[in-house]
């Protein structure tokens, strides 16, 4: 497991899988070590994935200051291990909460990123969340699924603050509640770190309106990759971003959930790397 040192001395770590150029990939969580990714469907095949470990999570060291968390930190954090790769500019394919990260560290970097990739990312740097309306839009359209009576009172009461998170409602968030679903939700808490998660959008981690400026002057290839099943985002909530970007591509994968790689291994493999190989 390789390596490298932080500005402030943090010792982070990151995963190779595969072969190929290298692909730098943000997890989502946000704060959830990037083992929960695997090999992003198969995309290892076309591409040497290094998956980074952000600060606080899976093998990386937790940092002396917590507040180092924040998104806007973390750029430091990505930009330092574009250098230990000796990459002069750098692919990079961000996962949910890692998109803003992603995004910050695209336009705080300018000419060190070749393209990006946003998977199923919510928009929290353009000040564009998800709303309770989106996630309850896209929860009805599993009625049909024979978990869904189970599972959508608990999900209703947390949209509407009046319940916490529940596992119970963890079919939501995939377009195929299979047994690798179910493997890959029951991994998700030893993976987090709640404390970081916390803090990763706090006051000051997102300035939306200079992020949107700076985004719409970008002239790098963005794909923007949205699930049809998903809340957060729902394609219209990606789309939002695409339409900001110049330089993007927009793209939704049918019956996929928040994590489209399990529910369509081949097909976003496909996308994706079509996209990267430009």
């Known amino acids: 497991m390789p390596t490298f040192d932080a500005y402030d001395g943090t010792r982070l ?26 090999d992003l469907g198969g995309l290892a095949t076309r591409r040497q994935l290094v998956l980074l470990d952000l600060r606080g999570t899976g093998d990386s060291a937790p940092p002396a200051d917590p507040g180092t968390y924040r998104c806007d930190r973390l750029v430091d954090d990505v930009e330092a291990l574009r250098e230990h790769l000796g990459l002069e500019r750098m692919d990079v394919l961000a996962h949910s909460a890692g998109g803003s990260l992603a995004l910050l560290h695209a336009l705080r970097h300018p000419g060190r990123v070749s393209r990006l990739a946003l998977i199923t990312a919510i928009p929290w740097a353009l000040g564009m969340p998800a709303t309770p309306g989106q996630r309850l839009a896209a929860a009805l359209l599993r009625k049909g699924e024979p978990w869904f009576q189970d599972a959508f009172p608990a999900f209703e009461a947390w949209l ?106 081949a097909r976003f493999a496909a996308r994706v790397g079509d996209f990267l190989d430009g």
Not at 13 to 30: D, I, K, N, Q, S
Not at 167 to 187: K, V
Not at 207 to 232: K, M, N, Q, S, Y
């Open 160 to 265: 509407a603050g009046e319940g916490d998170y529940d596992a119970a409602f963890a079919p939501f968030f995939y377009g195929r509640w299979d047994t690798a679903a179910q493997d890959h939700r029951r991994a998700e808490d030893e993976q987090s770190n709640d404390e970081a998660a916390a803090v990763y959008g706090s006051e000051g981690a997102y300035d939306p309106p200079a992020t949107r400026a700076a985004l719409a002057a970008l002239d790098i290839p963005v794909l923007v990759h949205a699930a049809e099943l998903d809340g957060g985002p729902r394609p219209e909530l990606a789309r939002g971003v695409a339409d900001i970007t110049p330089n993007a591509e927009f793209y939704v994968q049918p019956a996929a959930g928040h994590y489209p790689w399990l529910d369509d291994p």
């Open 13 to 38: 770590a990151y995963h190779l899988r595969g072969t190929g150029e290298p692909l730098v990939v943000l997890p989502g969580g946000p704060m959830r070590a990037s083992a929960y990714l695997g």
